[in-house]
């Protein structure tokens, strides 16, 4: 930002408001800064059809006088994850710049009402001592360098003549595509669109897609019912054309361990899954459970994580153990999951036509795989990677995901009619939850372990360690929520786990290492995550107890999301600040199947006898 005389990038010296319009994808951005006498005001958002970002821009001029201002927009992206081989250029033809490499172009652009493009600059960035174009705006003009190539970088600024105490719209745009063609096409459909027709139509369409949900939300406190949609716009961003549901765009994670959560794993996109379908967005998941289709292996099993290509993602498990013998190198539950989602999926929605092409390839594939992936002295299942990725060996969570699924294929092999699958998936489900009680219900301590693991010599060993996820006994089955042995567990994760800060939350586990900001255990075990916090709440509502616990925890998941209510994957055990990547759509997945578990429980989970639809659904009301 450059006006009478003086520069200023938008950093901590602006007042900052960031929020997405109500009920919408649509951001909308405050930015004041008052020894400027500026105010900004920016409305941005993706088109639902053309791959154009669009950003409207009114700058307020709160001086007594008229003056020139210069916005800058700042370019600096690595293309195809790379920093080489980009090329920068101006293009006359567009009035921008493009940045391309192989078939991935870049247009930026943008106007205000007085007149297109002013400047522009192309620069080499993190090469030598070349520090980047954008160093060329602190002037407020720039040297109209028009290519480079290597690894680049651009800024563009556009000119606003604003009158004393009055205000002038703008616009900035990018556009991409896979060669200039396809720049050309979307240039065109801005020009004979206008930008603010297009960002209009983006507004609509998102307020619509997220009036499809068809639940009624009755007393349901406001700040609940408000991050249930934010939830599932959030949850409408991460999900690939193609059906992979990423875990996290957050890019903020790479200064951790130089990769991100942009990936597809099978276990977040089932359990996401179930709280798209929960909502009514079945036409969503079904391209989510086509994708995996095509990922299983032959032997049955999906691996850790992919590309929303579908290929194989980054992965630090091993194909060989600490003896240097061969392993399968996945998390069992994620293969399990997936299944266990799809039944899900199916018993809403009763799509016998979309069921039907999956069940050889996956269903019974997967299946087949659970089954023989067992120890055939206990039953357990085979040891695998935990849900945290960390440990290997049979979890809990693991074993009783397991148990689901096999009962979702026994559901399917039902439905089929194929009933020598039907008996093999329910033999082997009922050995595993026989498996289950034996081995990982520890007598000792009266509660589940976390996991069992062999030792040298072939024994089992039981981890006692308190961890959040052994609540998918009751999650999927193996026990009712209201069996002693479930109660006793969860009473102690509640009483270890949860944090004992004025901030509050459960923590995934006992002296949890993963970005963790303290070491003092008896009051941080680790970092509140909102999805434990909420597998509590699961408990409590399932439990049909103390439901109003169960509003409070949701509504502490609510309270810790940040300004644009995105929910974190871990909140500051002191400062309330979120940690590692937000939004992590797994949060936000589970704040929804968590808020229509309740309703559910207030409706008494009943079924309507006249029109066959859940009791909190609108379309139910009709029919009352």
């Keep these: 930002m450059w006006v009478d005389g003086s520069f200023s990038w938008i950093d901590g010296t602006w007042e900052r408001s960031l929020r997405y319009k109500e009920g919408t994808l649509i951001t909308r951005v405050t930015l004041k800064q008052s020894d400027l006498q500026l ?6 958002g993706v088109h639902h059809l053309h791959d154009i970002f669009l950003r409207s821009l009114t700058v307020k001029n709160r001086a007594d006088r008229p003056r020139e201002v210069r916005v800058f927009l700042s370019f600096d992206i690595h293309v195809t994850d790379s920093d080489k081989g980009v090329t920068a250029i101006y293009y006359p033809p567009f009035g921008g710049v493009i940045h391309y490499k192989k078939d991935r172009y870049f247009l930026i652009g943008g106007r205000s009402e007085d007149g297109g493009l002013y400047q522009y600059a192309v620069g080499v960035i993190e090469f030598g001592d070349h520090v980047g174009a954008w160093k060329d705006a602190e002037d407020g003009d720039l040297n109209m360098n028009p290519v480079a190539h290597g690894s680049v970088d651009s800024v563009i600024s556009v000119r606003f003549a604003v009158p004393a105490s ?21 240039r065109q459909i801005i020009q004979e669109e206008t930008e603010a027709s297009l ?8 307020r619509a897609w997220g009036t499809k949900s068809e639940i009624q939300f009755g007393a349901m406190p406001d700040d609940i019912v408000r991050m249930f949609g934010t939830s599932l716009h959030v949850l409408h961003s991460q999900i690939d054309a193609r059906g992979a549901i990423i875990a996290s765009c957050d890019s903020d994670i790479l200064r951790f361990n130089r990769d991100t959560y942009s990936y597809m794993w099978p276990r977040d996109g089932a359990l996401v899954a179930m709280g798209l379908d929960a909502a009514g967005y079945h036409q969503v998941t079904r391209r989510f459970f086509g994708f995996c289709r095509d990922l299983i292996t032959d032997e049955g099993f999906l691996y850790q994580k992919y590309n929303p290509d579908g290929s194989w993602g980054s992965t630090w498990h091993p194909w060989i153990d600490r003896e240097g013998r061969f392993q399968y190198p996945i998390q069992e539950d994620e293969t399990a999951l997936v299944l266990y989602s799809l039944w899900n999926h199916y018993d809403i929605e009763q799509d016998i036509e979309f069921i039907a092409p999956l069940y050889e390839p996956f269903v019974c594939t997967a299946a087949d795989f659970l089954v023989g992936y067992r120890d055939p002295e206990t039953g357990l299942p085979a040891p695998s990677y935990d849900l945290w990725e960390e440990k290997r060996g049979i979890s809990t969570f693991t074993a009783a995901a397991v148990y689901g699924a096999l009962q979702a294929a026994v559901h399917f092999a039902d439905l089929f009619g194929d009933d020598e699958r039907m008996k093999t998936y329910g033999d082997a489900a009922r050995e595993v939850k026989e498996a289950i009680l034996t081995h990982l219900f520890d007598a000792e301590h009266g509660r589940f372990c976390k996991m069992v693991q062999y030792d040298r010599d072939g024994t089992l060993q039981k981890d006692p360690a308190l961890d959040s996820s052994v609540y ?16 006793s567990t969860m009473t102690a994760l509640e009483s270890a786990l949860w944090v004992k800060s004025p901030v509050g939350g459960m923590a995934r586990y006992q002296d949890d290492y993963y970005q963790r900001v303290s070491d003092d255990i008896a009051t941080v075990p680790g970092n509140p995550w ?17 439901l109003d616990r169960g509003i409070e925890l949701m509504r502490w998941v609510a309270n810790h999301a940040s300004q644009a209510r995105l929910i974190p994957e871990q909140v500051h055990p002191f400062t ?10 797994w949060s936000h997945s589970q704040f929804n199947l968590t808020v229509i578990r309740y309703l559910n429980l207030l409706n008494n989970i009943e079924i309507c006898p006249s029109c066959g639809l859940p009791l909190h659904r609108k379309t139910h009301a009709t029919h009352m």
């Design 39 to 44: 105010e900004l005001y920016l409305e941005e």
């Design 166 to 186: 009055g205000e002038s719209r703008g616009w900035f745009w990018i556009v991409a595509g896979k060669n200039r063609a396809d720049l050309k096409t979307l």
């Design 199 to 206: 960002l209009h139509e983006a507004e609509a369409y998102s």
């Design 576 to 585: 309330s600040a979120p940690l590692s990547v937000s939004p992590l759509t």
């Design 472 to 487: 998918g006994i009751f999650e999927f089955g193996v026990l009712p929520p209201g069996d002693a042995r479930v109660v």
């Design 530 to 546: 909102p999805i434990c916090t909420l597998w509590l709440a699961d408990w409590y509502i399932a439990n049909n107890k103390q």
